[in-house]
């Protein structure tokens, strides 16, 4: 019965999002503005497309949306947990 909850809390975790944002250090660069600012810029995936869309912000915006992914994600696994590893049909 572990085996099941801990597969289907992976599960989720791999399907609780519509985009995905690759691992920030592989798929990042950043790039200089035209007024002076150092921006990150990202490939973000939405899933169903091959192609991603680059997204362009300053690294403490970047970070601002890491933590606030992480604490989803974190969310949602706890969630999974609590209900006996059966995922929300409402997320």
């Known amino acids: 019965m572990t ?3 801990s597969a289907l809390v992976a599960m989720g975790t791999l399907l609780a999002g519509c985009t995905a944002i690759e691992d920030p250090s592989a ?10 600012r150092e921006v990150e ?3 973000i995936k939405e899933m169903g497309t091959m192609l991603g869309e680059r997204v362009c912000m300053e690294p403490a915006e ?4 890491d933590e ?3 604490e989803e994600g974190r969310r949602f696994v706890d969630e999974v947990s609590a209900d006996g590893g059966m995922m ?4």
């Open 88 to 91: 929300p049909m409402n997320p």
């Open 27 to 36: 798929n990042s660069e950043m790039m200089m503005t035209t007024d002076g």
């Open 3 to 5: 085996r099941i909850a």
């Open 62 to 65: 970047w970070a601002q949306i």
């Open 68 to 70: 606030q992914a992480e």
């Open 41 to 43: 810029c990202r490939r």
